[in-house]
């Protein structure tokens, strides 16, 4: 069975590049957008700001979660190092958490804007702040997996394959 999948290039994926950041880069996005708009929204009583971070925040939910399919797809081909590891784990457990606050977030809103769409309370506005901390959290660990550790890059790749790491 293993003989019809396709073969892994010199990044150690079976398709050109690492998706994984093009798609969370889109989350992220839209993620921080949106907050920024309800901050924005909040304070100048725009009520046309609550709609485009209602449309952001719903389709980053959709997102996240093709987002963690690359990142996990690529996370098992990634051969991580023991120094890699423990961060690859951390990211990957995060990631998986940022999509279930991602979803409550959007379930959150979605109640919360069928009531009132021209206003939000204080305690959506603080939760909004806590998730962009947790999401630049999570985006300085995805910089040390590339950055530092070099994951699915061809000199660390190659490393990996002659058994150096």
Known sequence: ????????????????????????HFVIAMVLFSVLCDGIAYFTRNPRLYEVSWWNLFFATISIFIAIIFGQIEAGLAEPYNAAEATLNLHTLLGWSLSGIIAAMTAWRYVLRSRDPKGLPKAFLGVGILMTVIVCFQIYLGDLLVWVYGLHTVPVVEAVREGIL
């Open 1 to 24: 069975m293993l003989e019809y999948l396709p073969p892994l290039n010199d990044h150690n994926l079976p398709y050109p590049d690492t998706m994984h950041p093009i798609v969370v």
